[in-house]
């Protein structure tokens, strides 16, 4: 009962936990999540979310690194660009490769985020470290290009607004554009698609991998701008590979994976909280989130299965 009460207090107890830990923790799963809602609807199964986040990290870092005198409008605005550009071109590696050389894209992304992995590693240990050469991260960044809080006093950022902004972009784009409708074509049906004659299905699971992977890049400039203001070696705990779940938990709907997010930001947030208050290990705090994931799947599946009942 105590794990569970902090449980509760550190996701919903207070305004503190909502605005300064769960969204907060929600922030990056809503932009990856997206990024893989979008992959996964083209017919991309898009496994590298994780190393395009970190390469979207990288990216913003150098950029606030190397404009600390600008105003603070443009830097952000320029770590927007930079992350979504690192990232997409990240995923452009996997995508030129699944349309040259048809190598899986499953495959060449794990790999790229095991390369992305080892990337920051040197990035934090070379180009970007700081000034003194003893910590494995880069210099602090300057006052602008820290992304502004949403609400006095908490730690609720920029980046969480934008991500509300992203999905509801990507929501319209897929219902109601020509470029969602062949999206959606031909992620759900490639042959059929492209036996149609108006669809070239190479040129648009490439491009909706790149727009992906620039998705997940966001990621990781959100979480250098508003949270770290530095980059590190662990910038990510794993937030790629959460947020397959987090697509896959709400159906790659854009609407429903900004609810899915803000469910796994509450339980990494009640999960810390069980930690510190409840001294429970992380492992349980895993078994935890793992038996909910699953808690949740089995009521979708069990209510698909009386939905499809009642029409029979």
Avoid: K
């Avoid at 697509?247 to 796994?264: C, N, Q, Y």
């Amino acid at each position: 009962m105590e794990a569970l009460l902090a449980f509760w207090d550190g996701a919903f107890g207070s305004a503190f936990a909502v605005l300064s830990a769960t969204l907060v923790r929600a922030t990056p799963l809503l932009f990856v999540g997206l990024a893989v809602a979008l992959a996964f609807r083209a017919g991309v199964l898009n496994i590298g979310a994780e190393g395009q986040l970190v390469l979207g990290a990288i990216g913003a870092s150098a950029v606030a690194l190397a404009t600390p005198t600008w105003p603070r409008a443009l830097v952000v605005l320029a770590m927007l660009l930079a992350g979504a550009a690192a990232g997409g071109l990240w995923a452009g590696i996997a995508a030129l490769l699944r349309r040259r050389f048809h190598v899986l894209e499953v495959i060449s992304t794990i790999m790229l985020n095991f390369v992305a992995a080892a990337l920051v590693s040197w990035m934090v240990r070379g180009p970007l470290q700081e000034p003194t050469r003893v910590y494995p991260m880069s210099e602090s960044f300057a006052a602008a290009a820290r992304w502004p809080f949403l609400v006095p006093g908490q730690r609720l950022h920029l980046g969480f607004a934008l991500g509300l902004l992203a999905a509801g972009m990507l929501w319209f784009v897929l219902r109601h554009t020509a470029a969602g409708f062949r999206i959606r074509a031909v992620g759900a049906g490639p042959r059929a698609a492209a036996s149609a004659g108006a669809v070239d299905v190479s040129r648009v699971t490439a491009r909706a991998f790149i727009a992906s992977g620039a998705l997940a890049g966001l990621a990781g400039a959100s979480e250098v701008g508003g949270v770290t203001w530095a980059l590190y070696e662990g910038i990510s705990p794993g937030y790629g590979y959460t947020a397959i779940a987090v697509a896959l938990l709400a159906r790659l709907d854009p609407r429903w994976v900004v609810v899915t997010a803000i469910g796994f930001g509450a339980l990494e947030a009640g999960g810390a909280a069980m930690q510190r208050t409840a001294g429970v290990p992380a492992v349980a705090v895993q078994i935890v989130t793992a038996t909910t994931l699953l808690a949740v799947l089995g009521a979708t599946r069990w209510r698909a299965r009386r939905r499809r009942e009642a029409g029979a």
